[in-house]
């Protein structure tokens, strides 16, 4: 069952840029995670925001969770090359996590 | 960090045949085991939760009678293909959840299935 959507599905910046994707979902959760996948590989764990957590950093990321409005965004900040990835957003509320669509992320040099 | 190895990385089969993937977690347990399914530049689905020394709980729509799913020890589960048909051809990911920040999964490298 598919959880999250994500916007926008594709985004080509330049390197040095900021990049921002956004996850809706649809049901409670006790958290939400974002993922890196490369192209053909397994996914990679980013960051986990706890749903009592409104903002969260690491390094060259923010995340932020809005449970209101049932939103989290990832902020990448000074863009690189080797950002060049698909980032997905992942629910945990039953013992499971349920994928988001994913952003596919263009980092240009 | 925590790692989870899928084995083999690509197989291609005759239609009709069964292929065994195998996911290990190389330095932690793991009691409970995801296997998602991935088509070209789309998200990841779940198909099963793996538990260790009792059956696999399906998600909706997944043949537990074609994706047979075991989970013999704490640190091996398999999925097997069987009479495995082209439009099973996809990527299989396995993962594992692990000891660190609660929740946090760890994944296998994914495992490239072609049906000819």
Not at chain 1, 86 to 108: E, H, M, N, P, W
Not at chain 2, 66 to 81: C, G, M, P, R
Not at chain 2, 86 to 108: H, K, N, Q, T, V
Request: aromatic content about 8%; glycine content about 8%; some cysteine.
């Amino acid at each position: 069952s598919q959880q999250g959507e994500e916007d926008p599905q594709a985004l080509s910046i330049q390197e040095g840029e900021n990049a921002t994707m956004n996850c809706s979902y649809k049901t409670s959760i006790n958290n939400l995670q974002w993922y890196r996948q490369n192209s053909g590989r397994g996914l990679v764990h980013l960051i986990l925001i706890r749903s009592n957590e409104r903002e969260k950093h690491s390094g060259r990321l923010r995340v932020t969770l809005d449970t209101s409005k049932k939103s989290s965004s990832l902020l990448i900040t000074a863009s690189r090359a080797a950002d060049t990835a698909s980032y997905f957003c992942a629910t945990d509320g039953t013992d499971k996590l349920i994928f988001g669509t994913g952003t596919r992320l263009q980092v240009f040099p | 960090g925590a790692v989870v190895s899928q084995h083999p990385s690509r197989v291609i089969c005759k239609s009709g045949t069964s292929v065994k993937i195998e996911c290990r977690s190389l330095d932690f347990q793991a009691t409970t085991m995801f296997w998602y399914r991935q088509f070209p530049k789309q998200s990841l689905m779940l198909m099963a939760t793996s538990n260790e020394g009792s059956k696999a709980t399906y998600e909706q729509g997944v043949e537990k009678d074609k994706f047979l799913i075991n989970h013999a020890s704490l640190t091996l589960s398999t999925l097997t293909v069987t009479s495995a048909h082209p439009e099973d051809s996809s990527f299989y990911i396995c993962s594992a959840r692990g000891w660190g920040e609660a929740g946090e999964l760890f994944f296998g490298e994914g495992s490239r299935l072609t049906v000819l």
